[in-house]
Each structure stands twice: as structure tokens, then as C-alpha cells.
């Protein structure tokens, strides 16, 4: 079997394996709640797994390990700021929103519970929310299958359209058939696909280099500033990096998967498993890097002038079997696709949910309800890769912008839904509308240099604080369910299920 066969056979096997579990999970979805939250059901280990999956994308194998490979450590400041958030977000608002959605109207996606938090009669919330996910995600999706079919191109040689229509038909058969189980068990195999290839990889490099002292000689010799963690940063750089851990509490695909836990308890043993995953996932990159510069200064791989971000990629590669190196492609592929579906999934319920259901005011149920998201997934993939059929490379340049526009939009009014009383609707909206628009315009005009999510997630913050103050009027009835939300945030599935009951 010659290496690139060895390669096809696992990307076969990958892809096969993909569709299987979604058609597995289609005989477990009976509605839209299945289709879109897994009946609230997923285990600790899924939802940790799952959410990791979904977040890092393809940055944990190729953009992380090539930044740190061209300039050293300095570039970790973003790991950092992305762990602690996440650490951060599983802790104070997972325990708190899987007890709230369940108890403001049952809601399945972050616009419904914010409207039924709040009582928002007008439906303004849910559907300015849904119009901002639609959009952002839409584009968000395309940047996916443009990185799939670069994938493609880069490493087989496959032509950039036929590799982009390949991933988007997988990702599509799999979300569209399963739903969100599938895509929740799709994202856990490839949770754990990225976190073994990014611990192989510095692994086997070690032992092909000759040991520790040789690694350090080869990093040394090219890099003296390696593990200098400040080295040519500048303050606004390094909280600028930092900031991106604040989009956690505001990102639908990922905080999604704190709704779908099948208690707020679990959320305690999620966290634990989920950050331990990052965590490793991180190391596994910085060892990577270090690994690549040795390996290349030695001769042992062959990294060209400008390709630093595919160090994984080709030490994948060299360092491996045909059939082992094809599977440590997969996990790029993997990352990839794990981002795809849950954006897809998300974005197709603020279709269903969030914008029809709401302007039509049109409660859909059972069967229903699955086919309308089964179409609507359809519709946005389809939109999706109308956008990457064109390779336009502002799209992929969106996803920094998309993370603070989600991560100011919905951060600020998540968090204050679910620690203050006297957020109001009219609030909200004004929340997510100055968050969102301070980052076009921070964004837009790169003021001081700083990145726009952190501007924008205290503009958003302290404009959606202004108006409720304005606007409030006590309600027994929204102070009864925030109490009861706050008392079951630490409820185990018997008593959480009691409660709904009641």
C-alpha cells in the first residue's frame, strides 16, 4: 500500500464511520427537542467532549501549532485566555442555563429561553437574536467548507471544489439525518481523534529527534526566545488575546451543549473533563511546534518557508505509516467538520425556532417540527456553500470577527439573565444591539489595536444595565421562576426531572 492510498483508506473509514453514528442517532430523534437539544440527554463525557470539538476548529491543529512554531510561546496567550474562559463558562452559567431553559418554557436554543426568560411578548428578542445567528453563522459555516476543501487541496491535491462539496455533503447527511445527537456523537469521536494525533505527534517526534536535549538544542539554535512568554508582545497585544476567552458565554454552538446536559449537576464532572481535554489539546499543539522546529533543523521533516501552519500536517505525515498519517489528517478534517455541523445545527434552529416559529407565532411539534429542521439545515448548507463555491477569502477572516460578535451579542445578556433579576427585555435587545454594532465599528476602524470583543462586551454590558434599570417593572411570576432556577442549578436528573413535573 503506497502512502497516499494508506491516507484515502482512512479518510474512507473517517467519513464512513461519520455517517453511520448519524444514522444511528436518526432512530433516537423523535422530535424537535431530540433534533435539536438530544432530549436533553447527554452525558458529562459527551457534552465536555463535544463542546471542545465544536469550539477549537481547525486553530488547535494548524493555526496554534504554526504560530507558535514561527514566534514562540508569546503566541500562547490566547490558549490561556480561551481556557480560562472556558473554564470560566462551564462554571457559571452550565449549571444555571441547563436549569433555567428547562424551566422558562422548556426553551431549545439561547434567542427562545431569553424570550421566554423575559417574557418578551413582542418576540422582538427571539427574533433580532435569530437574524444575528443566521447571518453570522451562515458565513461562519461557508468559512468551514472553504477549510475543508483547502484541506483537500493542500493535502492530496484534490481539486479545492470537488474536496469543499465532499466535506459539506458529509457534514450535511450526518446533521441533517441525526440531528443534534449526531452531531454531539460525531463531535465526541473527533474530540477524541484531535486529542490523540496532537499527543502522537510530539510523542513519536522525541523519539525520532534522539531525546529532550536534542530538541532543545535544535529549538534553541533557531528560536534563543522561544519560551520567552512576553517576547516582542505588547500589552494591548497580550489582552487582546486574553479577551477572546469572554466569547465563550455568548457562543450558541457551544453553550448549547450546557442545555442539552441531563442535569445541572453534571455540569460540575462536564467541566472537569472538558478543560482537562483543552488542556492537553493546548500542550499537545505547543509540543507540536517545539517538535516541527526541531525535526526541521535536523532534516527529519521538511517544513518549506511560509508553511508553518502546516507543521501538524506534514510532520503527520513523515513521522507516521500511511494508514496511522491518514488518520492524523482525518483529525484536522475532524476539527473542521466538528465546527460545521454544530454551527449548521444551531443556525437551523434560529431558523425553525427562533424566526418562523416566532413570526408565525406557530408552535411546531413532533414530526413536524424535525422536518422543518431538517429543511431548514438544508437551506443553510446549501447558502453556505453557494458563499464557499467562490473561495472568498473575507469569509475566512470573519471568524475572529464572528467570535466577537457573538461573544458581545449574547455574552453580556446570558450572564445577566441568569445572575440578575431585573434584566428586561427591552434591555436585552439594546445589549445585543450596541454589542453587536461596537464590534463593526471597533472592528472596522482597529482602534488602539485592541480587539473588539473586549469594547464591545462591556459596551453591550453596561447599555443592556442602563435600560433595564429604565424599563423594570417587578413581576412575580419571572422572580418565581429565577428563584427556582437558582435553586435547582445544582439539581441532579431526579430532582430536575421532578421539577419540570411540577
Known sequence: MDHLSGQAMAMIIYFVAMIFIGVLAYTRTKNMDDYMLGGRGLNPLVAALSAGAADMSGWLLMGLPGALYLNGVVEGWIAVGLTVGSWTSWKVVAPRLRSYTQLAGNSITVPSFLGNRLHDRSNSVRIVSGVIIFVFFTLYVSSGMVAGGTFFETAFGMDYHLGMVLVAGVVIIYTLVGGFLAVSWTDMVQGVMMLLALVAVPVVGVFAIGGFGAIAEGVSAVNPNFLHPFGGATAVGIISSLAWGLGYFGQPHIVVRYMALRSPKEAKTARRIGIGWMVLSVLG??????????????????????????????????????????????????????????????????????????????????????????????????????????????????????????????????????????????????????????????????IWGLYELLPAFLAGTAAAV?????????????????????????????????ADLG
Open 285 to 446: 499543539a505547543g509540543g507540536t511546534a517545539i517538535v516541527g522546529i526541531a525535526a526541521n533543523r535536523f532534516g527529519i521533516i521538511n517544513v518549506p518557508e511560509g508553511r508553518h501552519e502546516s507543521v501538524f500536517i506534514i510532520a503527520g505525515q513523515e513521522l507516521f505509516p500511511a494508514l496511522v498519517a491518514g488518520f492524523m489528517l482525518a483529525a484536522i478534517l475532524a476539527a473542521i467538520m466538528s465546527t460545521i455541523s454544530s454551527q449548521l445545527l444551531v443556525t437551523s434552529s434560529a431558523v425553525v425556532e427562533d424566526i418562523l416559529n416566532a413570526v408565525t407565532k406557530k408552535q411546531r411539534t413532533g414530526l413536524e417540527s424535525v422536518t422543518a429542521g431538517r429543511m431548514a439545515v438544508l437551506m443553510v448548507s446549501v447558502l453556505a456553500a453557494c458563499f464557499a463555491w467562490f473561495r472568498t477569502e473575507s469569509i475566512l477572516n470573519l471568524v475572529a470577527f464572528a467570535w466577537a460578535g457573538f461573544g458581545a451579542s449574547f455574552g453580556p445578556v446570558v450572564l445577566l439573565s441568569l445572575y440578575w433579576r431585573r434584566l428586561t427585555w427591552q434591555g436585552t435587545l439594546t445589549g445585543m444591539i450596541v454589542g453587536a454594532v461596537t464590534v463593526g465599528v471597533w472592528g472596522t476602524f482597529k
Open 466 to 498: 442602563l435600560v433595564s434599570l429604565c424599563t423594570y417593572r417587578e413581576n412575580a411570576e419571572i422572580d418565581g421562576e429565577f428563584t427556582r432556577a437558582v435553586r435547582l442549578s445544582r439539581a441532579g436528573a431526579e430532582e430536575i426531572r421532578r
